[in-house]
Protein backbone atom coordinates (compact mmCIF):
# COMPACT_ATOMS: atom_id res chain seq x y z
CA UNK A 1 0.00 0.00 0.00
CA UNK A 2 1.01 3.54 -1.00
CA UNK A 3 1.95 5.57 2.00
CA UNK A 4 4.76 8.35 3.05
CA UNK A 5 6.56 9.18 6.18
CA UNK A 6 7.39 12.51 7.69
CA UNK A 7 9.91 11.28 10.61
CA UNK A 8 9.84 14.71 12.28
CA UNK A 9 6.86 16.15 13.70
CA UNK A 10 8.56 19.42 14.49
CA UNK A 11 11.81 21.63 13.74
CA UNK A 12 13.22 24.55 14.77
CA UNK A 13 16.07 26.45 12.81
CA UNK A 14 17.47 29.85 13.04
CA UNK A 15 16.81 32.18 10.63
CA UNK A 16 19.56 31.80 7.66
CA UNK A 17 20.54 28.35 8.49
CA UNK A 18 20.34 25.81 6.04
CA UNK A 19 17.21 23.62 6.26
CA UNK A 20 15.97 19.54 5.01
CA UNK A 21 13.11 18.01 6.12
CA UNK A 22 12.46 14.01 5.43
CA UNK A 23 10.34 12.45 3.62
CA UNK A 24 10.39 8.62 2.77
CA UNK A 25 7.52 6.95 0.64
CA UNK A 26 6.69 3.53 -0.02
CA UNK A 27 5.04 2.91 -3.51
CA UNK A 28 4.85 0.18 -5.97
CA UNK A 29 5.79 1.93 -9.35
CA UNK A 30 7.24 5.01 -10.00
CA UNK A 31 6.06 7.50 -7.96
CA UNK A 32 5.10 11.33 -8.66
CA UNK A 33 6.25 13.17 -5.61
CA UNK A 34 5.13 16.90 -4.50
CA UNK A 35 5.77 18.93 -1.46
CA UNK A 36 3.44 21.28 -0.44
CA UNK A 37 3.54 24.05 2.49
CA UNK A 38 0.57 25.27 4.45
CA UNK A 39 0.86 28.33 6.20
CA UNK A 40 -1.51 29.11 9.55
CA UNK A 41 -4.87 29.12 8.85
CA UNK A 42 -4.65 28.73 4.96
CA UNK A 43 -4.76 25.86 2.31
CA UNK A 44 -2.17 23.94 0.92
CA UNK A 45 0.28 25.52 -1.80
CA UNK A 46 2.35 23.37 -3.69
CA UNK A 47 6.25 24.08 -3.64
CA UNK A 48 7.57 21.76 -6.07
CA UNK A 49 7.08 18.01 -7.97
CA UNK A 50 8.71 15.42 -9.34
CA UNK A 51 6.87 13.40 -12.19
CA UNK A 52 10.10 12.28 -13.97
CA UNK A 53 13.95 13.18 -15.22
CA UNK A 54 16.20 15.21 -13.11
CA UNK A 55 16.18 13.94 -9.59
CA UNK A 56 17.10 17.52 -8.64
CA UNK A 57 13.91 19.54 -8.59
CA UNK A 58 13.75 23.37 -7.75
CA UNK A 59 10.26 25.14 -6.44
CA UNK A 60 9.04 28.39 -5.99
CA UNK A 61 10.72 30.41 -2.45
CA UNK A 62 14.11 28.82 -2.86
CA UNK A 63 13.41 25.29 -2.34
CA UNK A 64 14.71 22.02 -4.11
CA UNK A 65 14.25 18.79 -3.21
CA UNK A 66 15.97 15.61 -4.29
CA UNK A 67 14.27 12.05 -5.70
CA UNK A 68 16.55 9.07 -4.14
CA UNK A 69 15.03 6.11 -5.41
CA UNK A 70 17.49 3.85 -3.77
CA UNK A 71 16.18 5.21 -0.41
CA UNK A 72 12.49 5.98 -1.13
CA UNK A 73 13.10 9.65 -0.26
CA UNK A 74 12.23 12.87 -1.53
CA UNK A 75 14.06 15.23 1.06
CA UNK A 76 12.71 19.30 0.78
CA UNK A 77 16.10 21.31 1.36
CA UNK A 78 16.99 24.82 1.45
CA UNK A 79 19.95 26.79 1.76
CA UNK A 80 19.12 29.94 4.29
CA UNK A 81 15.89 30.04 6.01
CA UNK A 82 13.76 33.16 6.21
CA UNK A 83 11.34 33.95 9.08
CA UNK A 84 8.39 33.59 6.71
CA UNK A 85 9.13 29.67 5.74
CA UNK A 86 7.53 29.05 9.19
CA UNK A 87 4.68 27.04 8.50
CA UNK A 88 3.77 23.50 8.07
CA UNK A 89 4.98 21.27 5.10
CA UNK A 90 3.80 17.97 3.90
CA UNK A 91 4.92 15.50 1.34
CA UNK A 92 2.51 13.82 -0.93
CA UNK A 93 3.03 10.40 -3.69
CA UNK A 94 0.58 10.66 -6.40
CA UNK A 95 -1.06 7.67 -8.66
CA UNK A 96 -1.81 7.31 -11.99
CA UNK A 97 -5.45 7.03 -10.56
CA UNK A 98 -5.06 10.97 -9.14
CA UNK A 99 -5.20 9.73 -6.19
CA UNK A 100 -2.56 11.60 -3.66
CA UNK A 101 -1.70 10.36 -0.01
CA UNK A 102 0.12 12.74 2.32
CA UNK A 103 2.58 12.78 5.24
CA UNK A 104 1.46 13.51 8.73
CA UNK A 105 3.61 16.90 7.97
CA UNK A 106 6.37 18.78 10.27
CA UNK A 107 5.79 21.92 11.31
CA UNK A 108 8.81 24.42 10.90
CA UNK A 109 9.69 27.21 13.68
CA UNK A 110 12.28 29.89 12.98
CA UNK A 111 14.07 31.33 15.24
CA UNK A 112 15.03 35.18 15.02
CA UNK B 1 -4.57 31.57 -11.45
CA UNK B 2 -6.82 28.36 -9.96
CA UNK B 3 -8.68 29.39 -7.48
CA UNK B 4 -10.84 26.91 -5.46
CA UNK B 5 -13.46 28.21 -3.16
CA UNK B 6 -14.76 27.22 0.12
CA UNK B 7 -17.69 28.70 0.51
CA UNK B 8 -17.33 28.80 4.56
CA UNK B 9 -14.53 29.20 5.97
CA UNK B 10 -15.38 28.69 10.10
CA UNK B 11 -18.74 26.99 11.00
CA UNK B 12 -20.29 25.88 14.37
CA UNK B 13 -23.05 23.08 14.27
CA UNK B 14 -24.99 21.40 16.95
CA UNK B 15 -24.50 17.65 17.35
CA UNK B 16 -26.90 15.48 14.92
CA UNK B 17 -27.74 18.53 12.27
CA UNK B 18 -27.04 18.67 8.75
CA UNK B 19 -24.13 20.51 7.08
CA UNK B 20 -23.00 21.24 4.06
CA UNK B 21 -19.76 22.28 2.45
CA UNK B 22 -19.30 23.50 -0.47
CA UNK B 23 -16.68 23.71 -3.08
CA UNK B 24 -16.52 25.67 -6.58
CA UNK B 25 -13.18 25.71 -8.69
CA UNK B 26 -12.84 28.29 -11.60
CA UNK B 27 -10.32 25.77 -13.79
CA UNK B 28 -12.51 23.12 -15.19
CA UNK B 29 -10.51 20.38 -13.37
CA UNK B 30 -11.65 16.90 -14.15
CA UNK B 31 -11.22 15.76 -10.40
CA UNK B 32 -12.29 17.14 -7.06
CA UNK B 33 -11.37 15.88 -3.53
CA UNK B 34 -12.64 16.32 0.17
CA UNK B 35 -9.88 16.18 2.60
CA UNK B 36 -10.03 16.26 6.31
CA UNK B 37 -6.75 17.57 8.35
CA UNK B 38 -6.14 16.84 11.83
CA UNK B 39 -3.07 17.49 14.09
CA UNK B 40 -1.08 14.36 13.92
CA UNK B 41 -2.63 12.67 11.46
CA UNK B 42 -2.17 15.20 8.13
CA UNK B 43 -4.59 14.62 5.29
CA UNK B 44 -6.93 11.95 5.02
CA UNK B 45 -9.42 12.08 1.83
CA UNK B 46 -12.86 11.29 2.23
CA UNK B 47 -14.27 11.11 -1.27
CA UNK B 48 -13.36 12.47 -4.65
CA UNK B 49 -14.80 12.69 -8.06
CA UNK B 50 -13.52 12.49 -10.93
CA UNK B 51 -16.76 13.72 -13.37
CA UNK B 52 -19.71 14.98 -12.94
CA UNK B 53 -22.30 12.47 -10.65
CA UNK B 54 -19.07 10.39 -10.15
CA UNK B 55 -17.96 9.76 -6.62
CA UNK B 56 -15.33 7.43 -5.10
CA UNK B 57 -14.92 6.40 -1.16
CA UNK B 58 -11.90 8.07 0.25
CA UNK B 59 -9.98 6.64 2.95
CA UNK B 60 -12.25 8.17 5.73
CA UNK B 61 -15.98 8.00 4.00
CA UNK B 62 -18.04 7.09 6.84
CA UNK B 63 -20.54 9.54 7.96
CA UNK B 64 -20.09 11.26 4.90
CA UNK B 65 -21.66 12.17 1.74
CA UNK B 66 -20.99 14.14 -1.67
CA UNK B 67 -22.73 15.96 -4.11
CA UNK B 68 -21.30 16.77 -7.64
CA UNK B 69 -23.90 17.94 -9.95
CA UNK B 70 -21.72 20.67 -12.00
CA UNK B 71 -18.20 19.91 -13.03
CA UNK B 72 -16.93 23.36 -11.04
CA UNK B 73 -19.16 22.47 -7.90
CA UNK B 74 -18.17 19.52 -5.01
CA UNK B 75 -20.43 19.51 -1.82
CA UNK B 76 -19.53 17.64 1.48
CA UNK B 77 -22.73 16.59 3.36
CA UNK B 78 -22.86 15.49 7.16
CA UNK B 79 -25.96 13.96 7.61
CA UNK B 80 -26.14 14.25 11.14
CA UNK B 81 -22.71 16.14 12.86
CA UNK B 82 -21.23 14.12 15.35
CA UNK B 83 -18.26 15.93 17.82
CA UNK B 84 -15.65 13.68 16.14
CA UNK B 85 -16.35 15.51 13.12
CA UNK B 86 -14.79 18.22 14.46
CA UNK B 87 -12.03 19.35 12.29
CA UNK B 88 -10.26 21.21 9.12
CA UNK B 89 -11.81 20.50 5.37
CA UNK B 90 -9.62 20.92 2.67
CA UNK B 91 -11.53 21.10 -0.82
CA UNK B 92 -8.96 20.49 -3.61
CA UNK B 93 -9.08 19.82 -7.01
CA UNK B 94 -6.59 18.66 -10.09
CA UNK B 95 -6.57 18.16 -13.75
CA UNK B 96 -6.66 14.56 -15.20
CA UNK B 97 -3.06 14.80 -16.29
CA UNK B 98 -0.78 12.14 -14.92
CA UNK B 99 -0.82 12.92 -11.10
CA UNK B 100 -1.84 16.51 -11.98
CA UNK B 101 -1.53 18.66 -9.05
CA UNK B 102 -3.71 19.41 -6.82
CA UNK B 103 -5.15 22.96 -6.32
CA UNK B 104 -6.60 23.69 -2.81
CA UNK B 105 -8.99 25.51 -0.92
CA UNK B 106 -8.27 27.47 2.15
CA UNK B 107 -10.26 25.10 3.64
CA UNK B 108 -13.53 24.95 6.49
CA UNK B 109 -13.01 24.78 9.99
CA UNK B 110 -15.77 23.24 11.37
CA UNK B 111 -16.67 22.83 14.93
CA UNK B 112 -19.61 20.23 16.22
CA UNK B 113 -20.87 20.58 19.46
Known amino acids: AQSVTQPDIHITVSEGASLELRCNYS??????LFWYVQSPGQGLQLLLK??????LVQGIKGFEAEFKRSQSSFNLRKPSVHWSDAAEYFCAVGDNFNKFYFGSGTKLNVKP | DVKVTQSSRYLVKRTGEKVFLECVQD?????MFWYRQDPGLGLRLIYF???????EKGDIPEGYSVSREKKERFSLILESASTNQTSMYLC????????????FGEGSRLTVL
Open chain 2, 49 to 55: SYDVKMK
Open chain 2, 27 to 31: MDHEN
Open chain 1, 27 to 32: YGATPY
Open chain 2, 92 to 103: ASSPTSAAGELF
Open chain 1, 50 to 55: YFSGDT
